[in-house]
């Protein structure tokens, strides 16, 4: 089945560095990934929308210049939280559609800003 | 925009009993339903989807029910386990499987008691 790998599982950065996170579509084409920031006891909210090759569509009130995406290749998207702040500790969650199986998500990585 | 609406909350049952929840969705485009499990600190898992044409699906112990008319679909597990203790959550989507971002309900956090 579609498998989607996201590294790193676990990070802490200090505050006012950069962290990327990377996801891959390990045995399909990706064509649109999206990229979910999920709080303690909440569901997953979408922070940005990303096709291969193109920009990415950022949701209302996500900062673009602070959450970098690149999609570009149908197999890779990397999200980079810039600068990183206390207040960006969260989870985040990718998604790729294109193969069969729909939407897969990724493990998830656990962002710790200290 | 797609808002979807998932009860309870939290549920507790009893090892071997059943277990439901419902979602509710309002956009009628919506035409693809899938359900996901999230143990802690990992990503969604889809364990079951459902497409507009269909009235219900089964795959061993799980089943989900679609009512296009009054907009809602059910998750119901059967003969539960203590394993099948998570989160669950329904999304929906406009575009089918692939095309369009989904919408979560806020999660059902299931607890199987041995």
């Known amino acids: 089945g579609a498998v989607v790998s996201q590294h790193p599982s676990r990070v802490i950065c200090k505050s006012g560095t950069s962290v990327k996170i990377e996801c891959r579509s390990l045995d399909f084409q990706a064509t649109t990934m999206f990229w979910y920031r999920q709080f303690p006891k909440q569901s997953l909210m979408l922070m940005a929308t990303s096709n291969e090759g193109s920009k990415a569509t950022y949701e209302q009130g996500v900062e673009k210049d602070k959450f970098l995406i690149n999609h570009a290749s149908l197999t890779l998207s990397t999200l980079t939280v810039t600068s990183a702040h206390p207040e960006d500790s969260s989870f985040y969650i990718c998604s790729a559609t294109g193969g069969a199986g729909g939407y897969t998500f990724g493990s998830g990585t656990r962002l710790t800003v200290v | ?114």
């Open chain 2, 1 to 114: 925009g797609e808002n979807v609406e998932q009860h309870p909350s939290t549920l507790s049952v009893q090892e071997g009993d059943s277990a439901v929840i419902k979602c509710t969705y309002s956009d009628s485009a919506s035409n693809y339903f899938p359900w996901y499990k999230q143990e802690l600190g990992k990503g969604p898992q889809l364990i079951i989807d459902i497409r507009s044409n269909v009235g219900e699906k089964k795959d061993q112990r799980i089943a989900v029910t679609l009512n296009k008319t009054a907009k809602h679909f059910s998750l119901h597990i059967t003969e539960t386990q203590p394993e099948d203790s998570a989160v669950y959550f329904c999304a929906s989507t406009g575009g089918g499987a692939g095309s369009y971002q989904l919408t979560f309900g806020k999660g059902t956090k299931l607890s199987v008691i041995p």
